[in-house]
């Protein structure tokens, strides 16, 4: 049967006979999976860390800007869209990209041109945020007077 990893460790589900005699874990909605031992935990913790070694570190990097990228993406794709928090994931990860620059390895390029077309649509939400935010201010102002 395989399992789940969570960051708490691996979890292994129950057999459906035995889900079905238990008490909260059986209810619609919950997850059934039993807790590992403190030593399956940690084996399951040493083997990550092994595996993390065995990574080469432009790989790990690249995976944590892939990361910038996405929280950024899911900001801009708000309504309306978080501008804010937007900016500061696309601005870390381009300090990360430019700081890198010649370091980051095949997925430098891919990076590069995904940084570029965040930076666009941020360019192009900011530019309609306040163009909505003028037009209401006109509407507003046109029926002062």
């Excluded at 059934?32 to 399951?44: G, I, K, L, Y």
């Excluded at 900001?75 to 890198?100: K, N, T």
């Excluded at 997925?107 to 941020?122: G, H, Y």
Aim: with cysteine; hydrophobic share 40%.
């Amino acid at each position: 049967m395989s399992s789940l990893w969570t960051p708490s460790g691996e979890h292994f589900p129950k057999e459906e006979g035995a889900a079905a005699t238990e008490g909260p874990a059986s209810q619609p909605g919950a997850t059934d999976v039993t807790e590992p031992s403190p030593e399956e935990a940690q084996a399951a913790v040493e083997a990550m860390r092994a595996q993390l070694a065995e990574t080469p570190a432009e790989v790990v990097i690249a995976n944590h800007c892939y990361g910038l990228f996405e929280l950024a993406a899911i900001y801009l794709s708000q309504s309306p869209p978080m501008l804010f928090e937007a900016r500061l994931a696309i601005d870390a990860l381009g300090f990360l990209l430019e700081g890198l620059k010649g370091r980051l390895g095949e997925a430098e390029p891919a990076l590069l041109e995904s940084l570029s077309q965040l930076r666009l649509v941020f360019v192009r939400l900011e530019g309609a945020e306040k163009t909505d935010a003028e037009s209401s201010a006109n509407v507003g102002g046109d029926e002062q007077a």
